[in-house]
């Protein structure tokens, strides 16, 4: 993956204004300078360290590191009020589309489980980088032979596990939509009897 387009960029900012809108009651300026204390507070939670353990800027990251800073910065702004005016399916949209993309592509290029935790060190649902579990998305008690397969595995922060477990999958389609093609895959692979380990 290489490093993150101008679009990504855009959605970061838009965020960052949002959350700087919910922190202040007022829309910001594209000037204000607590914008800047935002950019980095969130690359300093979300992205990975450099080499030298120092923040990285937003333009050194990869597009996997980039969309961890997106996806932390859209946690961030959950936990805001917003004013009810302010609408924010169009960032949600954004991100959405770059993850399905995201995950469209990189998802299928995988064999082994190994393969699978090496290449996805986060939660595929919400980009935690802790207390990671191989969730099944077909039951281990609904098919032996799919156990181990690694079109059957998601690797998920332990809560979102929790969350895949208590409430269904519908539920959880419907609150990670990026997810629904690997777990739809999962599916047709049990229905027809293939599955590659």
């Known amino acids: 993956m290489g490093t993150p387009n ?22 910001p300026k594209t000037s204000d300078p607590e914008l800047a ?14 080499a030298n ?4 800027r937003s333009l050194d990251l990869n597009e996997t590191e980039f969309i961890r800073v997106i996806s932390g ?3 961030e702004l959950s936990l805001q009020h917003l004013p009810p005016e302010v609408d924010l399916s169009s960032v949600r949209d954004a991100v959405e589309t ?10 299928n290029s995988y064999r082994t489980v190994k ?23 077909v039951s281990r008690g609904a098919s032996k032979r799919m156990i181990d ?3 059957n595995l998601m690797l998920l922060y332990r809560d979102c596990h ?8 519908q539920t959880f389609i419907s609150v990670y939509p990026h997810l629904h093609p690997r777990i739809s895959r999962a599916y047709e692979l049990f229905y027809s009897g293939n599955t590659e380990d």
Do not use: W
């Open 6 to 27: 101008l679009h990504l960029i855009k959605t970061l900012r838009t965020i960052e204004k949002l959350i700087l809108h919910a922190m202040s009651g007022k829309r």
């Open 37 to 50: 204390l935002i950019h980095d507070g969130l690359l300093y939670s979300y992205a990975p360290p450099s």
């Open 53 to 56: 353990g120092e923040p990285r």
């Open 73 to 75: 910065a859209m946690r």
């Open 98 to 107: 770059f993850k399905d993309s995201y995950f469209n592509k990189a998802l």
């Open 115 to 137: 393969d699978l935790r090496e290449a996805f060190p986060y939660c595929m649902s919400c980009f935690q980088t802790r207390a990671l579990d191989a969730a099944h998305i």
């Open 149 to 151: 397969s690694v079109d």
């Open 162 to 169: 929790k969350f895949q477990h208590d409430h269904g999958l």
